[in-house]
């Protein structure tokens, strides 16, 4: 239970390095971002997943909208909108924001699935977004009312939706596929995809990636994030369940805050902390009451590096 515990926890440092370290990169366009994650990430994965990938080969003509979809929305918008935002916004106000994440995913259950939420989860909601929305605004009306947000805030919402729409899939079309082949199909989607796009953003040269600081970061997310923090969590939430594995994703904002003031020399002000705090209460009893099937699928990483 203890070694669990501790592979969930590892696994929410890790997550919240993955923000910190696209912060310290964040000179590096969101896409070549991406794309280099996604890239790493697929010649970790794609051992593992080559037997998958022959046996299943009609599999993934057959079921190849789903797999597309997939690979768009938790591969490349979500990461590309995380990477994005943090070159407009604070580490700290991405990871409270992206914490809610789990209620969005409730939220498109509720909606498309038929779901039906009980009155503790309806109130979590309602906290976790007035939780966002007060980090989001600095707690200032006059910023609501005249519609002036911080484009990295807009951003990693997007992210989030991002996310919630792939659960949404991951919770339809899951079962169809083994695990190690389909993200290394849906990460050789991306890399294809990406790649014209950071083509683009390399017109003005790309010697600037072989820097130590980029080359690291890059390596960082594209293994630590893709692929032991997946299989730290798979390992926790087969031993002591997704119900109990979900709490460890209120660590999150706790470590990147921790982190950001620590390494980015970040500030971390009052109304973050107050947002943040009713952010996680409001997680808790939002999800407190979900099946085991939404659980497995809300943290922001878990399912691809997601």
């Known amino acids: 239970m203890l070694r669990s515990y501790l592979l969930l926890t590892i696994t929410m440092i890790i997550f919240s390095g993955n923000i910190l370290i696209g912060k310290a990169i964040s000179d590096l366009p969101p896409i070549t971002m991406t794309f280099f994650r996604c890239l790493i990430a697929f010649l970790i994965l794609l051992p593992l997943g080559w037997k998958d990938l022959k046996r299943n080969r009609s599999l993934w003509m057959k079921e190849r909208k789903p797999i597309v979809a997939l690979s768009i929305s938790g591969i490349i918008l979500f990461n590309l909108f995380l990477y994005a935002s943090l070159q407009f916004t604070s580490s700290t106000n991405v990871a409270v924001i992206e914490t809610t994440t789990p209620v969005f995913a409730v939220i498109l259950g509720m909606?498309?699935?038929k779901e039906r939420l009980n009155s503790i989860q309806c109130?979590?909601?309602?906290?976790?977004?007035?939780g966002a929305l007060w980090v989001i605004t600095k707690g200032s009306w006059t910023i609501i009312s005249q519609l002036q947000f911080n484009l990295g805030d807009v951003l990693v919402l997007l992210a989030v939706i991002a996310w919630a729409v792939y659960t949404l899939l991951i919770k339809q079309?899951?079962?169809?596929?083994?695990?190690?082949?389909?993200?290394?199909?849906?990460?050789?989607?991306?890399?294809?995809?990406?790649?014209?796009?950071?083509?683009?953003?390399?017109?003005?040269?790309?010697?600037?990636?072989?820097?130590p600081k980029l080359i690291f970061g890059l390596l960082y997310l594209g293994i630590f994030p893709s692929f032991v923090a997946l299989v730290f969590w798979n390992k926790g939430v087969a031993a002591i369940g997704p119900s109990r594995a979900s709490i460890f994703l209120n660590l999150l904002p706790v470590f990147t805050i921790i982190g950001a003031v620590l390494f980015l020399g970040e500030t971390v002000s009052i109304f973050q902390l107050i947002g943040g705090i009713v952010v996680i209460v409001g997680v808790y009893l939002s999800t407190k009451e979900t099946s085991a099937k939404v659980k497995e699928i809300q943290s922001p990483e878990k399912e691809m590096h997601g």
């Open 111 to 113: 909606l498309f699935l």
């Open 123 to 130: 109130t979590g909601i309602f906290l976790s977004l007035i």
């Open 173 to 211: 079309h899951s079962h169809k596929y083994p695990l190690y082949g389909s993200l290394a199909i849906m990460l050789f989607l991306a890399v294809i995809i990406l790649f014209p796009f950071a083509a683009v953003e390399w017109r003005v040269g790309i010697l600037h990636l072989l820097e």
